[in-house]
Structures are given as C-alpha cells and as structure tokens.
C-alpha cells in the first residue's frame, strides 16, 4: 500500500532499481492506474518503458495516453518504438473519436507518419485539408518520415502548407503551437 505521492516517487525510480525485468508486472500495474499523476510517472520522462516493456503493453501505453489526455511528447523512445501496429491503433482511435465528432490530439500522427499507408495516408491527407492548424502541421511531419511514395505525391499536392511548416521550422515539438 501506498500513497499517491509514494506511488510516483516508486513509478520514478523505476530505471535505477536493479533487474529491471523484475518489474514488469509493477510497471504495467502503474500504466493501469486510473490516476494520471501515477500514470504519468512510468509514462512520462522514464525510459523503463522504452527499454523493458514488451511491444503490446508499449502500444497500449501510448494509447492510454492518448485516451486519459496525456501528451505523447514526454515519453521516451517514442519515435525509436514506433511500430505499424500501433500505426494501426492510433488510426483506428482517430476514426473512433471523429466518429463521435471529438477531436483527435494531432501528437497520434507522430508514431503513425513511419508506417503510413492506403488508409492512414488518406487520414493524413485528410488533415491537411480540413484540420486545425496543428493537425495540418502535424500531417505534414507525418507524411514526411513516411516510406510509402504516395506520401511525397501528397506532399507535392499541398506544398503550400508543405513549405510554410519548413520555413517556420515546425517540428514535433512545437506543432501543437502552429498558427
């Protein structure tokens, strides 16, 4: 048992405690947490689990944040964890929200640009024609470190918003901010 507070300071150290696989089953006890401070800690600024959780709980680690409201940007090893499942997740939690007609944290984009593809690239595109301004710049980021070749085709369509995120020198970290 423990407090909140002991609960962070526990989900905190996480990367100094010896045997790291030893605590998995802690770690993945925290992502499960419905608090969002204690969430946070083994989510956010920690790299436990980047290093030792598998690639399911990792996938569904980001999909909470997404889903409690957390930002994507404090975690670590985000970009290096990417996978196309969780591409695919992402895609399918975006199709969810809007068809609830709520609004999509353009963040997702980051961890499915890599893997984009067929309807993930339509999604993309879809953003850059009728999303806010981040999640236009956020589309264009995606759409950047794509492999498919269609990316560089959308790219080349909506060069206008294409070129003015190069010249503001947009990037993951200050999309959110683009006007």
Same mark, same amino acid.
């Given at each position: 048992? @423990? +407090?909140?507070?002991?609960?962070?300071? %526990?989900?905190?150290?996480?990367?100094?405690?010896? =045997?790291?696989?030893?605590?998995?089953?802690? #770690? @993945? $006890?925290?992502?499960? /947490?419905?608090?969002?401070?204690?969430? $946070? #800690? &083994?989510?956010?600024?920690?790299?436990?689990?980047?290093?030792?959780?598998?690639?399911?709980? *990792?996938?569904?680690?980001?999909?909470?944040?997404? %889903?409690?409201?957390?930002?994507?940007?404090?975690? &670590?090893?985000?970009?290096?964890?990417?996978?196309?499942?969780? @591409?695919?997740?992402? =895609? +399918?939690?975006?199709? $969810?929200? *809007?068809?609830?007609?709520?609004?999509?944290?353009?963040?997702?984009?980051?961890? &499915? =640009?890599?893997? #984009?593809?067929?309807?993930?690239?339509?999604?993309?595109?879809?953003?850059?024609? /009728?999303?806010?301004?981040?999640?236009?710049?956020?589309? &264009?980021?995606?759409?950047? /470190?794509? /492999?498919?070749? $269609?990316? @560089?085709?959308?790219?080349?369509?909506?060069?206008?918003?294409?070129?003015?995120?190069?010249?503001?020198?947009?990037?993951?970290?200050?999309?959110?901010?683009?006007?």
């Amino acid at each position: 048992t @423990a +407090d909140v507070d002991e609960l962070v300071a %526990f989900y905190r150290g996480l990367p100094l405690y010896p =045997g790291p696989p030893r605590h998995r089953l802690r #770690a @993945a $006890e925290g992502l499960r /947490s419905n608090m969002k401070v204690v969430f $946070e #800690a &083994v989510a956010h600024g920690n790299p436990y689990p980047a290093e030792e959780l598998p690639e399911d709980a *990792w996938n569904q680690m980001v999909l909470k944040a997404l %889903f409690v409201g957390s930002a994507l940007h404090p975690i &670590v090893g985000l970009d290096r964890r990417a996978n196309a499942t969780l @591409a695919r997740m992402l =895609g +399918d939690y975006a199709h $969810e929200r *809007w068809a609830a007609s709520r609004t999509v944290n353009p963040e997702l984009w980051r961890c &499915v =640009g890599p893997f #984009a593809t067929g309807r993930l690239l339509a999604d993309l595109e879809r953003m850059i024609q /009728s999303g806010t301004p981040p999640e236009r710049a956020a589309a &264009v980021l995606a759409l950047q /470190s794509a /492999s498919d070749p $269609e990316a @560089a085709r959308l790219l080349e369509r909506h060069a206008a918003i294409r070129d003015i995120v190069a010249a503001r020198s947009v990037d993951w970290n200050s999309a959110l901010q683009f006007n």
